[in-house]
C-alpha cells in the first residue's frame, strides 16, 4: 500500500516451525489446495449461471488455513466470517458440505439452504452460525469467551473478520469487554486492504489493525499472511495466552484479496490495474508450497498427487450436492420457535 | 404471602430463578453494585457474586452479544437495557443476530435469553426514557415479546421467560415500578404462561384490548362509562408476541365492538396489528368500525409537563374514546 497512512515496515523472518510434523502440514496444504480448487470450480459454476453468488477466499486460504491448525477444533469455538471458507475446511467441513451451501441445498450443514455460502455453522464442530452483516461476531465471542472462562476446561474462541469489520462499535465493543474479564479469544484480522472498494487508508486511522490492541491493554501482533509458519506460531503464541487465563489476543493477518469481494463485485472498475497485476504475484499456494519443498516436506510427485487427489475431490463434490434435494418448500416456517 | 411492587416482583423472579438454576445470570449497565438504576436487581450481587451478576460496560450492543455467547454457551443470562430507549444500539445483534440464530442454523442452534427493559413514559423522562419500543421487537420472528402490567404478572411472567427456550424481550412499565403492592405467589406457583391474555374486566358491549401502564388507566374509563350503563369489557394482552388472539376473538365476537389502547404513537404501534388482525377475523361480527387510541405521531413524549400530560393518554381520553365506539 502507498498512503503513509497504512503501515508498511518489514515483517520479522519466518519463524522455526516448532511443533510442527510433516503429517499436519500436508493436511494443512491439503485444506489450501482444496479451498482453492472448489473456489475454482465454484466460479465455474457461477459463470454456468448454477451458483447465485460465493465470496472468495483466494488469497486469505494459507493465514485462515495455519490459523486454524493452531487450534483445536472439536474443542474450541469458532466464529468466522463470510470469506472463511477455507477456515471452515480446516474445521472439518467436507467439499460435499461446502458444495451443498453454495447449490443451497436441503442438507448444507449450515442452514438447510436457508443462507447465502459463507455463513458457517456447526454445532458438533464449535462452528458458531456466522451471519452476513459486518462485525457482529465480535462481542458474541467475548460472551463465548467469558462462558468458556467460567466452564474453566481451557477451550477458546477464535473470532475472525476483515479490516472493515474494526470499523465497527461492535470490534471496539467486543475486544473491550474480552479484555477487561481476561476472556479467552483469539482475534484475528484478515487484513486484505480492502473493504469493497474502499481501501485502508479510507477505512482505518493510524498505521493499522494490531496497533489498536495496545488501547485495550493486549498483545497486539502483524504478521505477513502468506507465510505459514508466521501465522501459526502467532496463533499458537495467542491460543497459549488464551488457556493460560492471560486474556485475548489481536492478530492481524496482512493478505491480498485476489479476487474482487464476491462475484456481485468487479474489483478492476475502481482498483489500479497496475496494482491488481503486481498482487497477483502474490498468490500465497506457491510461496507455501515453495516454503514445504524448501525445508523438505513436500515433493514435487506428492504436490501433483495432492493436486490430483482434491480434483476428484472437488468433482465428486459438485455432482454429489447438484444432485442433491433442494428444502421442501413446506420447511419455510420451521425452526422459528422451539415449537415450530 | 407478601405484599410486592411491580419493579420487587421483578427482583423476586431473577433471585427465585438464580437460586433455583446456576445456569441464570445478569448482566447489564448498574445491576450489581447499584442494583440497577430502578433497583431490579438489588441484592442480587450479593447473594450471587459478581460475575453471574455482571457489571458491563455502557455499551448496548455488546450488551445483547455477550448475552448471545453466554446462551450458545448453554448460560440463561437475562440482560437489562437500562431503559427500552436505549435498546437501540443493540437492535442488530437483537434483530439479526439473537431473533435468527435459531432460523438461520436450520435449528441446529438456539438461544434462549432474556432482556429486560422499563418502558414508557408519565415519569417526566422525556424523549429518551419514556419511548415505548414494543412494535419494533414485536414485528420480529424468532423473539418473544412479554409488557406485564401487575406485580403478580411481572413476576410469573419473567420466572417463565427466563425458561423459555426462545428469546424473550421482557418489558417493563416503569410508571408501574412503584404504583401499587400486591400479594403474590413464591416458586413455582408463581408461574404464568407466556401468550396468554388476561380478562382484566367483564364486558358486554365493547371489547377494550390494551396492555402495560394503560390497563389500570382502561379500567377507570370503564368504571366511568359503567354509570352510563355501557358495559366494558377490558383485556390485557401481557404477551404481545405471541399474542392471544382467541382470548379476544372470542370477546369481539360476543360484544361486536373493539377499542385498542396503546401508549405508543399511533402509526404502525403494536395496537394497530391488533386491530387489524382483528378486524379480519372477527368482520362478520362488527357492529362498529375497530378504533384504536393511541399517542399522537410525534417522535417520544417531551420533558414539560404541560406537553407530557398532552401526549399521555388519560382515564378522560380513553373513556371518550371507548364512548365513541359504543355509540357508533
Known amino acids: 500500500m502507498a498512503s503513509g497512512l497504512v503501515w508498511s515496515g518489514r515483517m520479522p523472518p519466518s519463524p522455526d516451525p516448532s511443533g510442527l510434523t510433516q503429517e499436519i502440514l500436508l493436511r494443512a496444504y ?11 470450480r465454484r466460479f465455474v459454476l457461477n459463470r454456468a449461471g448454477k451458483l447465485a453468488f460465493i465470496i472468495s477466499p483466494r488469497g486469505h486460504e494459507v493465514a485462515q488455513v495455519a490459523a486454524i491448525t493452531a487450534l483445536e477444533p472439536g474443542r474450541d469455538r469458532f466464529c468466522l466470517y463470510y470469506r472463511n471458507f477455507a477456515a471452515a475446511l480446516a474445521c472439518g467441513f467436507t467439499p460435499e458440505e461446502l458444495m451443498l451451501s453454495a ?109 489498536r490492541a495496545a488501547g485495550y491493554g493486549i498483545p497486539g501482533t502483524r504478521v505477513a499472511g502468506d507465510d505459514f509458519f508466521a501465522v501459526h506460531a502467532a496463533v499458537a503464541e495467542a491460543a497459549r495466552r488464551a488457556r493460560a487465563g492471560e486474556g485475548p489476543s489481536l492478530i492481524e493477518a496482512q493478505v491480498y484479496r485476489l479476487q474482487s469481494h464476491s462475484t456481485d463485485d468487479d474489483q478492476r472498475a475502481y482498483r489500479d490495474p497496475v496494482e491488481l497485476a503486481n498482487e497477483a504475484g502474490k498468490d500465497p499456494i506457491p510461496k507455501m508450497r515453495q516454503d514445504l519443498i524448501a525445508r523438505g516436506w513436500l515433493t514435487d510427485e506428492v504436490d501433483e498427487q495432492l493436486r490430483r487427489e482434491v480434483g476428484e475431490e472437488v468433482d465428486r463434490a459438485t455432482e454429489a450436492a447438484e444432485a442433491a434435494p433442494e428444502p421442501d418448500a413446506s420447511t419455510l416456517t420451521r425452526h422459528v420457535y422451539a415449537d415450530a | 404471602m407478601p405484599e410486592r411492587t411491580l419493579v420487587q416482583a421483578v427482583r423476586d423472579a431473577l433471585f427465585e430463578e438464580m437460586a433455583r438454576d446456576p445456569r441464570v445470570c445478569v448482566l447489564g449497565e448498574d445491576v450489581g453494585r447499584k442494583g440497577g438504576v430502578f433497583k431490579a436487581t438489588e441484592g442480587l450481587q450479593k447473594q450471587f457474586g459478581p460475575e453471574r451478576v455482571l457489571d458491563t460496560p455502557l455499551a448496548e450492543s455488546s450488551i445483547a452479544g455477550v448475552a448471545q455467547g453466554l446462551a450458545l454457551e448453554g ?64 414485528h420480529v420472528p424468532g423473539l418473544k415479546v412479554v409488557l406485564p402490567s401487575t406485580p403478580a404478572d411481572a413476576k410469573g411472567l419473567l420466572k417463565a421467560s427466563i425458561r423459555d427456550p426462545d428469546p424473550v424481550i421482557f418489558l417493563e412499565p416503569k410508571k408501574l415500578y412503584r404504583a401499587v403492592r400486591a400479594e403474590m405467589a413464591e416458586g413455582e406457583a408463581a408461574l404464568l404462561p407466556l401468550g396468554q391474555a388476561a380478562v382484566a374486566r367483564r364486558g358486554e358491549h365493547l371489547t377494550a384490548i390494551t396492555y402495560g401502564y394503560l390497563r389500570a388507566v382502561t379500567i377507570e374509563a370503564a368504571e366511568r362509562l359503567a354509570a352510563e350503563d355501557i358495559s366494558v369489557e377490558v383485556i390485557d394482552l401481557r404477551t404481545l408476541r405471541p399474542w392471544d388472539m382467541e382470548t379476544c376473538a372470542h370477546s369481539v365476537e360476543k360484544t361486536g365492538r373493539l377499542a385498542v389502547i396503546y401508549e405508543a404513537n399511533r402509526t404502525g404501534g403494536f395496537g394497530a396489528e391488533v386491530a387489524a388482525e382483528l378486524a379480519e377475523r372477527c368482520f362478520a361480527s362488527l357492529d362498529a368500525p375497530v378504533t384504536r387510541i393511541a399517542s399522537p405521531d410525534v417522535p417520544a413524549m417531551p420533558f414539560s409537563p404541560a406537553l407530557e400530560h398532552a401526549f399521555m393518554l388519560n382515564p378522560d381520553r380513553v373513556a371518550e374514546g371507548l364512548r365513541r365506539v359504543a355509540r357508533y
Open chain 2, 75 to 138: 448460560f440463561i443470562p437475562v440482560a437489562e437495557m437500562q431503559f427500552a430507549d436505549y435498546s437501540f444500539p443493540a437492535f442488530n445483534q437483537i434483530v439479526n443476530e439473537i431473533a435468527k440464530v435459531r432460523y438461520r442454523s436450520n435449528g441446529d442452534f438456539s438461544c434462549p435469553l432474556v432482556i429486560r427493559a422499563p418502558t414508557g413514559g408519565g415519569v417526566r423522562g422525556a424523549l429518551y426514557h419514556s419511548q415505548s419500543v414494543e412494535a419494533f421487537y414485536a
Open chain 1, 30 to 40: 491439503a485444506s489450501v489446495l482444496r479451498a482453492r480448487a472448489l473456489d475454482d
Open chain 1, 103 to 211: 447449490f443451497a441445498r436441503a442438507a448444507d450443514p449450515s442452514s438447510g439452504g436457508r443462507q447465502t455460502p459463507g455463513n458457517f455453522g456447526s454445532r458438533r464442530r464449535g462452528v458458531v452460525i456466522g451471519s452476513s452483516t459486518v462485525g457482529p461476531q465480535i462481542p458474541k465471542a467475548a460472551g463465548i469467551g467469558l462462558a468458556l472462562k467460567w466452564k474453566g476446561e481451557g477451550a477458546l474462541c477464535y473470532v475472525s473478520f476483515g479490516e472493515g469489520a474494526t470499523s465497527q462499535g461492535d470490534f471496539h465493543e467486543g475486544v473491550n469487554f474480552a479484555a477487561l474479564h481476561r476472556c479467552p479469544v483469539i482475534f484475528f484480522c484478515e487484513n486484505n486492504h480492502w473493504a469493497i472498494s474502499v481501501p485502508q487508508e479510507l477505512q482505518v486511522a493510524g498505521p493499522g489493525v494490531a496497533e
